[in-house]
């Protein structure tokens, strides 16, 4: 029996599980208040405060930290890699530490770990980071050589729930072509094809469809002639982009939930913008369709949104369904597809990646 200790910190939350094999013994979101996080400057300074409350869920669950077989951290900002399961090793840390890609409080995942992983005698892994990237070169060309298209998406989901698709096809993620949708407050479009996301919209800096509250690929002329216009700065412009983009933008919330019950209580413009959330969702379930190349076993579902079976996973089949079956995996159960990932490894069915041997050739 193998026990894993999973960590996934968020920007204002530390989620953490056990799994003793693939089954999940205990879970636990431990929140951080404001008043708690604002004496810290950068993410990193976090790393005592964050590994304290740990240390404290361990002892208080009643384990050993010596009884873990290994330790699995959420994947931060670290340079372009293939899918897998990763050593966390001293490149990545140094990384990490100096936020060298981007700060982020995933960034604290694989230090944490690590520090853990030296106490109980194990190894420390990420598995399946935002900035995995597996696309092919046609998909990098964006119109412009000034500007590249960069894979960043929600590929720990994406990637867990593709695996869970082709089991209820009855064959090998390696054997199937899909195009998974993860749909949460960003949305990110993958093709999979045969075991790797040759093609995806780049779901944080705004390509792709809009979502609750990001303004998706806009009509580029109209967004420098606003950007020029004098009226907005530089971080306004990007508000409307990222954050204030989407539902928000057009109904004043980004909680779906809501706008779901303003369409049932007949407010037409809610269900407007909604349908029309969904219609573009579809056009890029096609445009990823044609990335495939060679036909779509199925069309994958997930994601916070995904619960919504009322309006929108019913408006995407009828839209979709003629490409693919529809699966739909509601959610994204992050903790289970750390710890899975890192199972796979220690059952001999994946090999563990060196970070500094991927990156540096």
């Known amino acids: 029996m193998y026990r894993i200790l999973v960590i996934n910190p968020g920007s204002t939350s530390t989620k953490l599980a056990i799994y003793e094999d693939d089954k999940e013994v205990l879970k636990e979101t431990i929140r951080h208040s404001v008043d708690e996080l604002k004496g810290f400057e950068r993410i990193t300074d976090q790393y005592e405060f964050r590994k304290n409350v740990i240390l404290d869920f361990i002892k208080k669950a009643g384990y050993d930290i010596k009884s873990f077989s290994a330790i699995v951290g959420r994947g931060g900002l670290i340079r372009p890699i293939p899918s897998g399961t990763y050593e966390v090793d001293d490149l990545m840390l140094q990384e990490l530490r100096e936020g060298k890609y981007g700060e982020h409080a995933s960034n604290l995942g694989a230090l944490i770990a690590n520090e853990l992983a030296k106490e109980a005698g194990v190894k420390a892994y990420i598995v399946d980071p935002v ?131 303003r369409i049932r209580n007949g407010d037409k413009e809610a269900g407007l913008v909604y349908r029309a959330m969904a219609h573009q969702i579809a056009k890029w379930i096609g445009k990823m369709a044609m990335a495939l190349l060679e036909g779509v076993d199925a069309i994958v579902l997930t994601g916070g949104l995904a619960y919504d079976t009322e309006f929108l996973v019913k408006w995407l089949t009828e839209m979709v369904s003629f490409i693919a079956p529809v699966l739909v995996y509601p959610g994204g159960d992050e903790e289970s597809a750390l710890a899975l990932g890192v199972l796979r490894t220690l059952r001999g069915e994946e090999k563990a990646k060196r970070y500094k041997e991927v990156v540096e050739g």
Do not use: C, W
Request: proline share 3%.
């Open 131 to 261: 900035v995995v990237d597996e696309m092919v070169d046609i998909a990098r060309i964006s119109g412009h050589p000034d500007f590249v298209r960069k894979s960043i998406f929600h590929a720990l989901n994406q990637k867990a729930v593709a695996r869970k698709a082709a089991q209820e096809l009855e064959k090998k993620y390696e054997d199937v072509n899909l195009v998974v949708v993860h749909m949460g407050g960003g949305i990110s479009i993958g093709a999979h094809r045969r075991g790797r996301v040759v093609d995806v919209n780049n779901a944080l800096d705004g390509d792709g469809p809009f979502t609750p509250e990001r303004s998706g690929t806009l009509p580029i002329t109209q967004v420098i002639d606003l950007a020029y216009s004098g009226k907005f700065t530089f971080e306004q412009m990007r508000k409307r982009i990222k954050g204030r983009g989407g539902l928000v933008a057009y109904l004043g919330t980004n909680n779906a939930m809501e706008v779901q019950d």
